[in-house]
């Protein structure tokens, strides 16, 4: 086995860096629901390891998760169980030294780098507005 090359269901590891293989496996959308792709909406350099560790607890994981630096400003996230990765989404939005983590799944057949990060969803309460009452008539 070359130690520079290694494949672990459909992630590669090489010297040129890390590749998902979306076409690699029959059973790539089950590997895929354990990942997320994202990024940090952030004016700075994040320091990996103080993101890594503080995403981490964070999230408190049943099971564990890595993070793993990808390409540009995106960020890998293998949660060693899917229900952890739905969880994560689930309970989003999430912040970084208040700067907001934009994730999403990858769909398989799609590059993690092409993944759009660019919409997170928020709950809005708004006070003072007006009770409109739209119930039927029986007339």
């Keep these: ?8 269901g459909g992630l ?3 010297e040129e860096g890390l590749t998902l293989n979306l076409e690699s ?9 354990h990942y997320l792709i994202g990024r940090v909406l952030a004016d700075r ?3 990996f390891a103080y ?3 503080r995403m981490s607890r964070a999230w408190k994981p049943g099971k564990r998760v890595t993070i793993t630096k990808y390409v540009n400003d995106r ?8 229900v952890d990765a739905n969880r994560i989404l689930d309970e989003g939005p999430w912040l ?14 799609v590059v993690p780098n092409s993944v759009p990060l660019t919409h997170v969803d928020f709950w809005v309460q ?6 409109l009452d739209f119930r039927v008539s029986s007339h």
């Design 12 to 14: 590669t590891l090489s």
């Design 45 to 47: 350099e994040i320091q």
């Design 126 to 131: 708004v006070h003072g507005l007006c009770h």
């Design 75 to 82: 960020y890998l996230f293998q949660f060693h169980h899917k």
């Design 96 to 109: 970084y030294d208040n700067f907001h983590i934009v994730m999403d799944r990858i769909s398989p057949g």
């Design 25 to 33: 496996e029959p059973e790539t959308a089950a590997v895929l629901e």
């Design 1 to 8: 086995m070359d130690p520079t090359h290694l494949n672990l």
């Design 51 to 53: 993101f890594s560790e």
